[in-house]
């Protein structure tokens, strides 16, 4: 059965697309930094972005505070900056609608950006963590983004070791958290998952978890297996499939 479909064959993807989630009663949608591109947030690995050569699990590594402060406040300091005025885009809107309709029962992210829930969805798993929040990682105190992005020790211990509430490669998810989503994809009849490369555990192990269908939503091909794989921007086939599923809901 062919189940790829590229920009030739869209619009026909999008309609089975609709179908699925329309024939679902529990749909989950799975998130990942493809999902923020189009809200001018940079992705680590997609084809739009290597940052400075590089990888992702080197600067975000609970290591490189300790033995390289400089280069992993550089990369958050900008990865703060840019989120500062981020707004969720017309796909994000979409997904809220979608939960308000019953048509989705939440959203696992691996986003830090809190779009998500800035577009109104309520059940939101975010499960490595919210950037905005900040702390000392030698003494725990609380600080501010700005604190971090002003390059600041911390007020108490006085150490340059500000870091965001994000999990980094080394350190354990959120276990309340994660426990959430597991047991939400495990009920899940239709899993939707979008802007990911799949490439960073534990998260990628999630879509072997449901036992109902399974869809891609991606600029590229990952290296799993789905039920229907759409190839494309994250945010116009959203939209498009929004308005397959109100025209279909219109019918009689
Ligand atoms: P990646 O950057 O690894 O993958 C993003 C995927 O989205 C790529 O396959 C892109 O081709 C695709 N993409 C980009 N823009 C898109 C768009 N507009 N529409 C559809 N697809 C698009 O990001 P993640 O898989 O989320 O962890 O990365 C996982 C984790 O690695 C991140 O959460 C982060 C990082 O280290 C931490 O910081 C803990």
Same mark, same amino acid.
């Given at each position: ?11 026909? %993807? ?16 799975? /998130? ?13 690995? %997609? ?61 696992? /992210? ?33 600080? /501010? ?66 036992? %109902? ?40």
């Amino acid at each position: 059965m062919k189940n790829i479909y590229t920009a030739a064959n869209k619009k026909e %993807g999008i309609k089975r697309l609709a179908e699925l989630i329309l024939q679902s009663d529990y749909a989950i949608v799975l /998130t990942g930094a493809g999902m923020d591109t189009e809200s001018n947030i940079p992705d680590f690995r %997609g084809k739009s972005e290597l940052w400075r050569n590089i990888d992702a699990r080197v600067v975000a590594d609970i290591n490189t505070i300790k033995k390289n402060y400089r280069l992993f406040h550089q990369f958050y300091k900008e990865r703060l900056s840019v989120m500062g005025n981020v707004k969720p885009h017309a796909g994000h809107y979409v997904l809220a609608e979608l939960e308000e309709k019953g048509l989705i029962k939440g959203i696992a /992210t691996q986003n830090i950006s809190g779009l998500h829930i800035k577009a109104g969805n309520k059940k939101v798993y975010e499960l490595h963590g919210d950037l905005r929040k900040i702390y000392c990682n030698n003494c725990g105190k609380s600080a /501010t983004a700005q604190d971090l992005i002003d390059f600041k020790s911390c007020s108490f211990c006085h150490e340059y070791a500000l870091r965001p509430n994000v999990v980094f490669f080394g350190e354990a998810l959120p276990p309340d958290v994660w426990n959430t989503a597991l047991n939400e994809i495990k009920k899940s009849d239709l899993l939707i998952v979008i802007g990911t490369s799949l490439e960073v555990a534990p998260v990628n192990q999630l879509p072997y978890l449901t036992s %109902g269908k399974t869809v891609l939503i991606n600029a590229e091909e990952t290296a799993y297996k789905f039920d229907l794989i759409i190839l494309g921007k994250a945010k116009e086939i959203l939209v498009d499939c929004l308005a397959v599923i109100q025209k279909q809901g219109l019918q009689p």
